[in-house]
């Protein structure tokens, strides 16, 4: 599905694309369970969706995609729906890398991996080496990512920098590179889908000046015309990040 060629979709004549668009996926088991059936099939249903999203990117102007798969707190939910979250994401990598590969999109991972089952790490760490020269859209899937999280693991990372003699007086550009997302231009825009209105520990650092979107819509419901819709009323949009 993922060698479809991304066809361009109505952005209205808007004035300004983002860069770099960032998404919290919310509402695939609220989507399920509306429909009467069990919270994977949802899961399932959004990974889906993560790929229509993803081949349309390019044809919107949109050159970096990050998503929120799974937080650090989603370890709180059933060991069931966990097991199968883990399944769904090992299954997308098996069967997506070629077709990623060829589409030009280079797939990175963000978030702790040390907690991942070492299987799902590997193929983790494999289909970013595969996909590495690859520059049509770069795809960020946040994965046991929690922004605090981050945070703290980047001020370790920092200090120990410092004391190995490597800083003498870190600054912002010194914390930035110890992120996971080194190298990552931050998101011009983040959404959310679901109707909640929660940033829910996504790149507090990345995303302080973001535009947001907060859509009622489910993310199994969410389609390419729906985020054309919303980099629509993004080029509308005057950003000043604090001056007048």
């Not at 989507?31 to 229509?52: D, S």
């Not at 819509?217 to 819709?229: S, Y």
Request: net charge positive; glycine share 10%.
């Amino acid at each position: 599905m993922l060698a479809e060629t991304a066809q361009p979709l109505s952005t209205g004549g808007a004035d300004q694309r983002p860069r770099h668009v960032a998404i919290i996926m919310d509402g695939n088991g609220r989507w399920a369970t509306e429909r009467g059936w069990p919270r994977l099939v949802g899961h399932r249903r959004g990974a889906e969706r993560v790929k229509q999203i993803v081949r349309a990117c390019p044809g919107m102007g949109v050159n970096w995609l990050t998503v929120y798969a799974f937080s650090t707190e989603n370890w709180k939910r059933s060991t069931e729906e966990v097991l199968g979250l883990m399944k769904i994401f090992r299954r997308y990598i098996e069967r997506e890398a070629e077709g990623l590969s060829a589409q030009g999109v280079r797939l990175r991972f963000i978030g702790g991996r040390e907690r991942l089952d070492p299987k799902l790490q590997a193929l983790m760490a494999s289909i970013e080496a595969r996909t590495a020269g690859n520059s049509l859209l770069n795809l960020t899937v946040a994965i046991n990512y929690g922004g605090r999280d981050e945070l703290a693991r980047a001020a370790a990372r920092l200090a120990q920098k410092v004391a190995r003699g490597e800083i003498t007086d870190p600054g912002e550009a010194d914390f930035e590179a110890c992120l996971d997302t080194a190298g990552h231009p931050d998101p011009d825009l983040v959404v959310r889908t679901s109707g909640e209105t929660r940033t829910s520990n996504f790149l507090p650092w990345q995303a302080a000046y973001a535009e947001y979107e907060f859509t009622p819509t489910l993310w199994p419901d969410f389609t390419p015309q729906h985020l054309a819709a919303i980099l629509d009323r993004f080029g509308l949009r005057e950003r000043r990040f604090g001056g007048v």
